[in-house]
């Protein structure tokens, strides 16, 4: 049989054309990205039964590609290349384990590779995913400002709630950032290495995501220079600090919408804002109020409302929501009005202020509140805006569910992985999944994006806006330690909700914002702090943890084993929350490093007693 091109048979004969699922999208990066020096990772996705998939180039030189991660649905293969040895046409030829030839072009699963049956890798059209470094498996700590310490009593507000009081919506209770500097040696010491605070920016509220004044840390938080004073606490411990911030809305004292409220349709920044009528008001229909929300803290809501705002709120009774401000609001809550980034003049402002804290303060990236809710163009350039003010800045981005849009290396770095915290609960807090469902989990979850992503994403187990993972776990703290062994050792960068650590519990917020027990450190749980520290010093002192591969050993209902490559070292993890005893098979020998409970190593096995976890060097 002769051969028109070098690339047309790989394997010597006509391909079969059954409608095998091979998956290959050039436009994710994902699939195909392109690194800092050149270097690209390609990826295809496989349903299972093929054992050996190459990338061909036109010239038909061929690279071997690896299955990193091995499915219920599909196996997942890679191959990562040098520069100099990229392709710049392409296809893919694959072999069933039965020995049966696929090849795949860009239309699809072929008989053959033909004249145009080729993909091109245009270098500069290919998706560049460059995160810092830095950020790569980095342990995050997440604080919610007014709840975690108050290091100066005097800059708490009038009338705030006492210390370590039942967390309420409207209730302030002091902390401050002079407090957080003052724990950055406990911070340091817990292993931290970026803390993470929601907003701080001049605000009525405790949550802050109603800002007033971009350019002013609210004085209860101990103004701009308590910025400067935490950063260098922090610098000085080598922990970086990223800053939240909702540029979706905004206080109605926002200077532009008190313009709005003032001078009506005559307001300069009228379109600033998206207003649905004049004059600005807010109307209620009381009538529908019942059994929506907590009727008598809703009123007092609005009564605070109207009184901080000068915005009227009108009873009506005609048909329509309960309540209806107009202008269009997030969730229609009538203290966020959403800002309109399409509008040049407030999204120059706004890119202005990304830029100005980085620049004048030295903070080391953002968390961008409720980003798929933004255009989604203006992220293109506020990249371009912050990573100009500081090129290693790190970007994380509150998208619950599927981020893949906003991280194809052109907008966020990273995501708060909600993703990850289902999978955690599912196994670990309520049961209802088995350890099969977590490994197909986590394979499934990792083939959504590029390893880089994956990497500095935040491996969350809760956050301000969920319940805590111990009150999701009835209370159980071994489900919470064994939670957090997994998030401590699979890729991204696993993060602390403050006083996790201790066993703080609450329900949804404002129960999981409880104000952090300095001033009862006899409650604390210590076995959880213990395990905590053990495990980011474990990280410290195996690179493979932070960085290496990841590769599902074993699953069966109650436990999965899981190993972690970076060159010569390699670390085998194994959760059981069950109560007998697992065995998982080991390439050699392993030796422990670190465990809960019973553990045992054999030449080619682990044994591990329940419910406990352990980590081995294979």
């Not at 609005?302 to 901080?308: G, N, P, S």
């Not at 040049?344 to 830029?355: I, M, N």
């Not at 100005?356 to 990249?383: L, N, Q, S, T």
Request: glycine letters at 10%.
């Amino acid at each position: 049989m002769s051969f028109y091109f070098p690339d047309q048979m790989f394997h010597g004969r006509l391909g079969n054309l059954y409608p095998w699922d091979v998956r290959f999208d050039p436009t994710d990066a994902a699939f195909l990205s392109v690194g800092p020096e050149g270097d690209a990772r390609f990826r295809v996705i496989v349903e299972p039964g093929f054992s050996d998939v190459h990338l061909v180039s036109a010239d038909g030189r061929a690279h071997g590609m690896t299955c990193v991660a091995a499915g219920r649905r599909f196996d997942v293969y890679e191959v990562e290349l040098a520069a100099a040895d990229v392709p710049q046409r392409f296809t893919f030829a694959l072999q069933r384990s039965d020995g049966v030839p696929v090849y795949f072009v860009p239309a699809g699963v072929s008989n053959a590779v033909e004249r145009l049956d080729r993909w091109d890798f245009d270098g500069a059209g290919v998706r560049r995913v460059d995160t810092p470094d830095w950020a790569t498996g980095a342990v995050i700590y997440h604080i919610f400002p007014e709840r975690f310490h108050s290091g100066d009593p005097s800059l708490t507000p009038p009338g705030a709630a006492a210390w370590g009081t039942e967390p309420r919506w409207l209730d302030f209770q002091g902390g401050d950032l002079i407090g957080i500097a003052a724990k950055a040696g406990y911070l340091a010491d817990l292993g931290v290495d970026m803390v993470y605070v929601n907003p701080i920016f001049t605000s009525p509220s405790t949550h802050r995501y109603d800002a007033i004044d971009y350019y002013a840390v609210d004085p209860a938080l101990g103004g701009n220079e308590a910025l400067r004073t935490l950063v260098a606490a922090l610098h000085e411990h080598r922990i970086r600090l990223v800053v939240d911030a909702s540029f979706n809305h905004c206080h109605p004292q926002f200077a532009p919408f008190a313009d709005v409220v003032a001078n009506g349709d005559a307001s300069g920044y009228r379109d600033w804002f998206l207003i649905t009528g004049f004059p600005v008001e807010v109307r209620v229909r009381r009538d529908r109020l019942a059994g929506w929300r907590n009727t008598e803290e809703y009123d007092a809501y609005l009564d605070r409302f109207e009184a901080e705002t000068g915005i009227p709120v009108v009873d009506v009774d005609d048909d329509g929501p309960p309540v209806e401000p107009t202008y269009e609001a997030w969730y229609g809550v009538p203290s966020l009005p959403r800002i309109n980034l399409a509008h040049p003049a407030a999204r120059s402002y706004f890119l202005d202020v990304a830029r100005y804290w980085i620049r004048e303060f030295d903070i080391d990236g953002w968390r961008m509140d409720v980003a798929r809710y933004v255009d989604f163009d203006f992220w293109p350039e506020f990249r371009a805006a912050v990573k100009g003010a500081k090129p290693d800045a790190y970007l994380l981005a509150e998208i619950m569910g599927d981020a893949v849009p906003w991280l194809q290396g052109d907008t966020f770095d990273g995501t708060m992985n909600y993703t990850f915290r289902q999978l955690a609960l599912d196994f670990f807090a309520t049961g209802s999944s088995q350890g099969e469902d977590l490994a197909d989990g986590l394979i499934r979850m990792y083939a959504r994006y590029s390893p880089a992503v994956i990497a500095v994403s935040q491996n969350l187990l809760g956050s301000h806006d969920t319940a805590r993972f111990l009150h999701e776990a009835g209370g159980d703290a071994v489900r919470l330690g064994l939670a957090t062994v997994m998030q401590m050792t699979v890729p991204g960068a696993p993060s602390i909700y403050y006083g996790d650590e201790v066993g703080m519990t609450g329900g949804e917020e404002p129960g999981s914002r409880g104000a952090f027990p300095w001033h009862d450190e006899s409650g604390w749980h210590t076995g959880q702090l213990d395990l905590v520290r053990s495990l980011t010093s474990l990280r410290r002192t195996r690179p493979s943890l932070r960085h290496g591969d990841f590769e599902v050993l074993d699953a069966g209902a109650d436990h999965i084993a899981y190993l972690r490559r970076l060159d010569a070292e390699t670390s085998v993890v194994v959760i059981n929350r069950g109560p007998g005893e697992v065995a998982v098979p080991t390439a050699s020998g392993p030796r422990i490093l670190w465990s809960t409970g019973a553990v045992a190593a054999g030449d080619e096995s682990l044994r591990l007693a329940g419910p406990g976890a352990a980590v081995a060097a294979g």
